[in-house]
């Protein structure tokens, strides 16, 4: 167990809805990483959050937008649900950010939120 | 452009058949190189950090080497439990991890 959870687990969304993916850290850490990992694939980064800020975003349209709160939890926010929005939907925190921030420390997954967009 | 390659994509083995899976890298500047273990429907489980090309880690059955231009986790008499996907991973631009799109072992009893 890392010590990251995510909810919901499981959602089935209609397109063009919106969604909203919640995730708390592991005490003590400040940053969390939003990924996106479709069947098959490697996870995609989608952005990062240091201490409230946005520290980095991947290859992905604004209607993929996220928050995080004093307490270090998260939120993944989209907009205008797409089919090709179905993945598996991770969140990992770590006790720095990475690279920009100097440390290079291991990011800790939680157990994803699958989506199905219909 | 930052790039992570896996081989195989699949791999069957017999229970205690002995193997390695490759992580291939292009980076400017290596800054850790990650493995992960994920089973079906899960989010993926930390393994190893490599940080320098010689480093090795070792965890049960599982031992990670590194070069200068990939790294091998070698799996010694796997179990069927030891059956995931094994994922590599390295902190590229700014800050996000770029990961390879995994190997898929299966280890038959």
């Known amino acids: 167990e890392t010590g990251v959870t995510q909810s919901p687990t499981h959602l089935i969304k209609t397109r063009g809805q919106q969604v909203t993916l919640r995730c708390s850290s592991q005490s003590g850490h400040n940053t969390v990483s939003w990924y996106q990992q479709a069947l098959g694939q490697g996870p995609q980064f989608i952005f990062q959050?240091?201490?409230?800020?946005?520290?980095g975003r991947g290859n992905f349209p604004p209607r993929f937008s996220g928050l995080q709160f004093p307490n270090y939890s998260s939120e993944l926010n989209v907009n205008a649900l797409e089919l090709d929005d179905s993945a598996l939907y991770l969140c990992a925190s770590s006790p720095a950010g990475l690279a920009g921030r100097g440390n290079t420390g291991e990011a800790f997954f939680g157990q994803g939120t699958r989506l199905t967009v219909v | 452009e930052d790039q992570v390659t896996q081989s195989p994509e699949a791999l069957r083995l017999q229970e205690g058949e002995s193997s390695s899976l490759n992580c291939s890298y292009t980076v400017s500047g290596l800054r850790g190189l990650f493995w992960y273990r994920q089973d079906p429907g899960k989010g993926p489980e930390f393994l190893f950090t490599l940080y320098s090309a010689g480093e090795e880690k070792e965890k049960e059955r599982l031992k990670a080497t590194l070069t200068k231009k990939e790294s091998f986790l070698h799996i010694t008499a796997p179990k069927p439990e030891d059956s995931a996907t094994y994922l590599c991973a390295i902190p590229t631009s700014g800050s996000r991890l770029t990961f390879g799109e995994g190997t898929q072992l299966t280890v038959n009893p």
């Open positions: 959050y240091y201490r409230e800020e946005e520290n």
